[in-house]
């Protein structure tokens, strides 16, 4: 194992699942600008509480001192407004691809989830319901819970490899030993059951060893589906805060696909939408601080929302190449490391009166000296 270059997407192939992952991440998606514009979002997220019992020091929301600062509130989502989500997600002419119940914090900590995920089964509202979890509240009782509510996914992120490592960097009193053996009972039960649940594993590779990353793949792969190694990223409104901790980003998070910085439009208003725990809307996970708002599902339809005057207005500005009017996204390292089959920079000129918009006056690439100069600006 020692002579495996060091290099974690060489590791990456060690495992014939994540072989297979990578095939199907990369060779079965269409380009996302031939799919434009959607008449339903591929994917929604929908976050039952923003609450965390780790705090981890490359998250917003293990940082107090940063939510405080934009004034984020903290809370749980109850059981009657991610009906009412559900519901809503029923009037879009498709059915949504992916149901994911996370956003800002542990979704295990909500006493309503295993129900939730039960009405959005019964409800059939998505061809999948997943959740992305830290693994530590996976409890026999929770683990009955998911499995008999219908969870098709689960997505699951270890922060480190040793105890001490947990410690340092989710800042958790939690042991590495814990975890793994919390998600060996999942994948029993599974077993057990014949429960067609996916388990996908995660490490952080913040600042792993070798025999770290080799011993990730010996000890998870027997027991999960999909394990692949996650880099840091410059979030949303990276000018608040370093959330690459001063590492040299060269790989988008899932550290398969190379960095962008070039890269001017952001897919996500294009695809996705996320409903923060107190049903405020905006469109994507790195959304932390939640300064994108396009709606608010409390008193607004989704379907409204997705097609309403606030989302259409982040998108032109998007296609503009003027992505820095928007605090949110100005300083947002994330996209650049998306898959390049969902690049938007060389279909502006098309796309924007196919959403009822004027043409660019000229080519996106003027619109990259301005962009530099507004973020110089802000800073
Ligand atoms: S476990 Fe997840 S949500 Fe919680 S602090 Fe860590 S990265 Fe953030
Ligand atoms: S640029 Fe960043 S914050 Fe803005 S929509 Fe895209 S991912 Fe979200």
């Known amino acids: 194992m020692s002579s495996q270059p060091k290099d974690i997407a060489g590791l990456k192939l060690r495992h014939p699942k994540e072989e297979a992952y990578e095939q199907k991440t990369t060779r079965e998606l269409i380009p996302l600008s031939e799919v434009l514009p959607l008449g339903t979002p591929l994917s929604l997220m929908v976050d039952p509480t923003n609450c965390c019992n780790f705090r981890c020091i490359f998250c917003p929301t293990g940082d107090e001192a940063l939510l405080r600062s934009v004034h984020r509130p903290k809370g749980y989502m109850s059981l009657e407004l991610f009906k009412k989500i559900a519901d809503d997600m029923r009037a879009f002419p498709d059915r949504i691809k992916e149901l994911l119940l996370y956003k800002d914090g542990e979704p295990l900590l909500n006493p309503s989830i295993v129900e939730m995920i039960a009405y959005a089964k019964a409800r059939n509202v998505a061809q999948k319901v997943a959740l992305v979890t830290n693994g530590s509240l996976l409890t026999d009782e929770r683990i009955n819970g998911l499995l008999s509510a219908g969870l098709d996914a689960i997505k699951i992120s270890v922060e480190h490899m040793t105890d001490e490592g947990y410690a340092r960097v989710a800042r958790a009193n939690c042991s590495y030993r814990e975890i793994h053996t919390r998600v060996a009972r999942l994948f029993a039960e599974r077993e057990r059951r014949s429960h067609p649940l996916l388990i996908d594993l995660k490490v952080l590779d913040i600042d792993l ?37 001063g590492q040299k980003v060269s790989r988008g998070m899932d550290s398969l696909n190379v960095l962008s910085p070039e890269r001017l439009v952001c897919p996500n208003p294009f695809k996705t939408l996320a409903v923060n725990f107190d049903g405020s809307v905006t469109v994507c996970c790195v959304d932390w601080s939640h300064a994108l708002c396009v709606g608010d599902v409390k008193s607004e339809p989704l379907t409204e929302i997705w097609r309403g005057e606030r989302l259409r207005t982040l998108r032109e500005v998007h296609l503009r190449g003027q992505r820095g009017r928007y605090s949110a996204c100005a300083n947002c390292q994330y996209f650049q490391g998306m898959h390049p089959i969902n690049d938007l920079d060389h279909h502006a000129e098309r796309l924007l009166p196919l959403y009822g918009l004027e043409s660019l006056s000229s080519p996106l690439a003027d619109s990259r000296a301005n962009q530099d100069s507004q973020s110089k600006e802000r800073r």
Do not use: N, Q
């Open 209 to 245: 060893a070798e025999a770290e990353r080799v011993r990730f793949i010996e000890d998870y792969a027997p027991i999960c589906d999909y394990m692949h190694f996650d880099t840091l990223m410059g979030w949303s409104r990276s000018d608040r805060k370093d959330f690459t901790l």
